[in-house]
Every structure is written in C-alpha cells, then in structure tokens.
C-alpha cells in the first residue's frame, strides 16, 4: 500500500517538479516502465517500503486510515529518491532528513502517529481500588481522648 499518489506530489510539489523529476527523456510525460507503471508511483511504492521498515517495531502493518503526515513523509522520500543522479536540490535533501528524522523519532516512541496508539489495549491503566469496612467511625472513637 503507498501512502501517496502523483496528485499528493503535485499537490506538494507542483506539476513542474514532477516533471522534472520523473520527467527524464523531456516528452513532458512522466516516464513509465515497461509495464506502464509510471515511475513517480514506482518511487512512491519505494518511499512507503521505506517508512514501513520504519513503523514495523511499532505498529501492527498495513496502517487502517494512515495519518495525513505520512503522506507528506512519503512524497518527500519520493522525490528525494527519483531525484538521485539527477537534480537533487538542497531543499530536496533537507525535506528527505527531516522525513527520515521524523520517521526515526516514530520508531523510538517520542512521536506518536495517532493520538492512541492503536496497538495498546483500551481501557484504563489496569489500575482498581477497593475498600473495606472503615475501622475508625465516630461510634469507635466515642469516650476517647
């Protein structure tokens, strides 16, 4: 399962990123494999592998409704990696560490994805108390001083 599509790319990037990313023979057409794929979804296949190697020791895979920010992470993987031998920018670059740091910070427990962790048991903490029968009445204490 990708978590994002070419319209999160161009909705986050623009068209003319795009195409000059995975726009590498200059027909102004994203370039496909020889099975039609094209090769923005290849890369975007490729950056979700990469966050679930991620969210792996985390959370139960694949994710039910992802968060919005995994998409983000997912299309600056992406055109970070197609941009590789290229046209890798500096901007490119810096939106792949802060994804990867993100993403780390999600492996290590400091950053949650959903505001529950779906993967934790429901509930309260575990936690009851109870009470006997009260030792110390006004009737037990009468006539001492």
């Known amino acids: 399962m990708s978590y994002a599509t070419e319209?999160?790319?161009i909705a986050r990037c623009g068209w003319d990123q795009m195409l000059a990313v995975f726009d590498r023979d200059g027909d102004g057409v994203v370039d496909t494999d020889g099975s039609g794929v094209s090769a923005a979804e290849a890369a975007l296949a490729d950056a979700s592998e990469e966050i679930d190697g991620y969210l792996a020791g985390r959370y139960t895979l694949p994710?039910?409704?992802p968060p919005?920010?995994?998409t983000f992470m997912a299309v600056d993987v992406a055109m970070y990696k197609g941009s590789l031998g290229t046209t890798v920018t500096e901007e490119k670059r810096q939106r792949y560490k802060d994804a990867i740091a993100f993403?780390?910070?999600v492996a290590?427990?400091?950053i949650q994805l959903f505001a529950s962790d779906p993967s934790a048991p429901q509930g309260g903490?575990?936690?009851s108390f109870s009470a006997g029968t009260r030792r110390f009445t006004r009737e037990?204490?009468?006539g001492l001083r």
Do not use: R, Y
């Open 103 to 105: 993403l780390t910070k």
């Open 63 to 65: 994710l039910a409704g």
């Open 7 to 9: 319209q999160d790319i």
């Open 108 to 110: 290590e427990g400091k």
């Open 125 to 127: 903490s575990g936690a």
């Open 68 to 70: 919005k920010v995994l």
């Open 140 to 142: 037990t204490m009468k």
